[in-house]
Every structure is written in C-alpha cells, then in structure tokens.
C-alpha cells in the first residue's frame, strides 16, 4: 500500500481533459514538499512530465499541466491523445519514513 | 546527453546477493554534484526507491530495505553498483538507476532503461 494514493484507473476520449489526483497526508504532501509526476509507457522507464508541482521540462506539451493544494496534487491533461495511454505516478517525500515516495501508479485508458 | 545503462544478474537464487551495476555515459559522475539513486518495480506494481548516494560518498536507504542494501561508486570506472542480500521472491523487480535532479525534493532524471531481477530457485 503506498504512502500517495493514486486512482488505479483513470479514462477519456480523445480530445478530452483528465485528471489524475495523488493524496498524502502531513508527513509529505502536506508538510509542503513537492510533488513531481512520472510517465510510464508501456514497456519502457518513467520519464519526468512535471517536476516541483507545476513545472514542465522542455520537450512535455502544454498539454499537461500540475497543480498542489493541502495535502493533494493533481495533474491535468487536456486534449487527450491515444500517445498519452500510459501509467502515470506522482513522488514526493515523507519525512516520518525519511524516504522518497511514489504513488501506486494511475492507468490512463484512451478510449 | 547522459545516459545510464543497467547491467548484472538477470536471475538470483533465494537467500543470496542481488548484484547490478549502472553505467552512466555522456557525462561525469563526479561533476555537478549530482545524487544517484536506484529504484525499483515488481511486475505489474507500483515504484520504490530503494536509496541513493551522494556527490560525497553518504548513502540513504529506505528504511524497509535498509537492512539488506548497499550502494557504492566506482567513480574511475564512471559507474555505481547495488548490492540486495537475502533475497526473495519479493525482490523479483525491474530494477531502475537514475540521477537526482537537486530541488526542495529531488526528482529523477534520467533513468536507465530498467533490468529484470528474478528471484528463483
């Protein structure tokens, strides 16, 4: 059971907006530490798609946005596409286990 | 660009020592102060982190494997190796290296391409 939780499962048509929430408690997410998202294609390593909450590296569209609020985050992507089928995971810390965290991992299903 | 490249034991018998080393190319280890980290994924399940090693040399490990693992560098060589005793089937993984990006909390950038541990006798 991770310490983020994540909804296994998530879908949209293409062209639509999804978000995937990632739940922690006082320890991380609310003890103010940041929050980065991770795109798993299938078969492949995670790739960084949003670090410190909202940021975006060069090369991720615009079309995937983070966001951070007490102790949740979200990530939002809009104009869904059939590429952005993928698992999604959100990380932070938790100082009670002095650890890096990650979700459980959200499937994103493209209809 | 930096590259990290895992290799080792593709297959490790109960009870014995896990071993993988991760090659990084494209830059050096010891520039930039940068933290090196391993990470882990059971078939079908989510990530852990398994622990990391600093510019300096000091480790930190997960308090549920921090028992069983040690990571070191060979900086001649530009490559750091972890090192899982005792293994079990609950350590059958893709197993993951990757460079801490420093912030307020860290974040991985780049990740190798993940090697398959299995744990079986």
């Known amino acids: 059971q991770s310490v983020l939780t994540q909804p296994p499962s998530v879908s949209g048509a293409p062209g639509q907006r999804v978000t995937i929430s990632c739940t922690g408690s006082?320890?991380?997410?609310?003890?103010?530490?940041?929050v980065h998202w991770y795109q798993q294609l299938p078969g492949t390593a995670p790739r960084v798609l949003i670090y410190?909450?909202?940021n975006r590296p060069s090369g991720v569209p615009d079309r995937f946005s983070g966001s951070k609020s007490g102790t949740s985050a979200s990530l939002a992507i809009t104009g869904l596409q059939a590429e952005d089928e993928a698992d999604y995971y959100c990380q932070s810390y938790d100082s009670s286990l002095s650890a890096s965290v990650f979700g459980g991992g959200t499937k994103l299903t493209v209809l | 660009q930096l590259q990290l490249q895992e290799s080792g034991s593709g297959l490790v018998k109960p009870s014995q020592t896990l071993s993988l080393i991760c090659a990084v190319s494209g830059g050096s280890m010891s520039s930039g102060g940068y933290t090196w980290a391993w990470i882990r994924q059971p078939p079908g399940k989510g990530l852990e982190w398994i622990g990391n090693?600093?510019?300096?040399?000091?480790?930190h490990y997960n308090p549920s494997l921090k028992s069983r693992v040690t990571i070191s560098v060979d900086r001649s060589k530009n490559q750091f190796s972890l090192k899982v005793n005792s293994v079990t089937a609950a350590d059958t993984a893709v197993y993951y290296c990757?460079?801490?990006?420093?912030?307020?909390?860290?974040?991985?950038?780049?990740w190798g391409q993940g090697t398959l541990v299995t744990v079986s006798s």
């Open positions: 410190g909450n909202s």
């Open positions: 990757a460079r801490e990006i420093p912030s307020s909390i860290n974040w991985f950038d780049p």
């Open positions: 006082s320890s991380n997410i609310g003890a103010n530490y940041d």
């Open positions: 090693m600093y510019a300096d040399g000091s480790t």
